[in-house]
């Protein structure tokens, strides 16, 4: 079986505690030289200063290359670009690129009156600049405000004409829903990599409520594992065992990369990267 290249995901720490936390969990996976690292926006942008602090600060600290999150919510067109031209001042030369999500309690996404409407408004915009390689989100499960599978690969598609360089999917549950979904891009045209997103599952409660927040199907046979494995006090080892064999069926379908959603708990990611023969390689250059 291929090795995978990988790469991570974190959010931003909103204490001191989450500092040590996403320092530890950075400490843990660095050194396994990942593709890229990102770095989520809370709800409604709710934490886009702390975003750019732990983006810059991951640079400067981990020498492993950056992708900053930015979203069209809650900012102007001049501070959304503003924002970017100091991810770009410092170093950054990669943007995940998204609407975002609402403020928690709004009925859904409304455009601030000066702001991008879209993701494809705002893809169009950093791809004028010529500064970055964008990446945006795409989901092999519809969106829950998308009427169907195929209006996602449309939209998709209209976010790589506007000039994203790769996608990074939601993540899913079974491989054949990549698979699928794999397919109907190229089907339309679509030619940019599309990156598997990957959630290694800490606590089946939340990741199961996490599921259903975004559209991703859960298959009963997972919920019946999950039910059996917390009797048994065999959550780990079942999460463990169930990741690693989904990365493996993406591995020997063709899947060259997989994008880990670690929820800044290194472990379980570790783990099932260690089983897919994914070892460390490089020694931390970390700046005390």
């Known amino acids: 079986m291929t090795t995978p290249r990988v790469s991570f995901e974190f959010f931003p720490p909103k204490s001191l505690e989450g500092s040590f936390r996403l ?81 928690k309690g709004a009925e859904g996404f409304r455009p601030h009156p000066e702001g991008f409407a879209s993701s494809v408004e705002l893809i169009e915009a950093l791809a004028n600049t010529g500064k970055f390689d964008i990446r945006v989100g795409a989901y092999p499960d519809p969106h829950p405000e998308a009427e169907s599978l195929q209006a996602c690969v449309d939209y998709l598609k209209r976010k790589c004409d506007a000039g994203a360089t790769s996608a990074i999917t939601q993540f899913f549950f079974e491989a054949e829903t990549f698979f699928r979904f794999r397919d109907a891009c190229a089907a339309a045209g679509i030619t940019a990599p599309i990156i598997p997103g990957i959630l290694p599952i800490e606590n089946w409660t939340n990741a199961r409520k996490f599921a259903t927040g975004c559209g991703a199907q859960i298959p009963a046979w997972l919920d019946e594992a999950y039910n059996a494995a917390l009797r048994d006090g065999r959550e780990d080892l079942l999460s463990t065992a169930l990741c690693t064999e989904l990365c493996t069926d993406l591995i020997e379908g063709g899947v060259e990369e997989l994008h880990f959603y670690t929820l800044n708990k290194p472990e379980l990611t570790r783990d099932v990267c260690a089983a897919l023969g994914v070892a460390p390689k490089v020694t931390l250059a970390r700046v005390a």
């Open 23 to 103: 320092w530890d969990t950075l400490g843990t996976l660095a050194p396994l030289a990942p593709q890229f690292v990102s770095v989520t926006y809370g709800a409604g942008g709710t934490t886009r200063k702390l975003t750019h602090e732990a983006v810059t600060a991951i640079g400067a600290n981990f020498g492993v290359p950056v992708a900053a999150h930015l979203t069209c919510v809650d900012a102007t067109r001049e501070e959304t670009l503003e924002i970017a031209d100091q991810y770009a001042a410092a170093g950054v030369k990669q943007i995940v690129a998204l609407r975002g999500d609402p403020p």
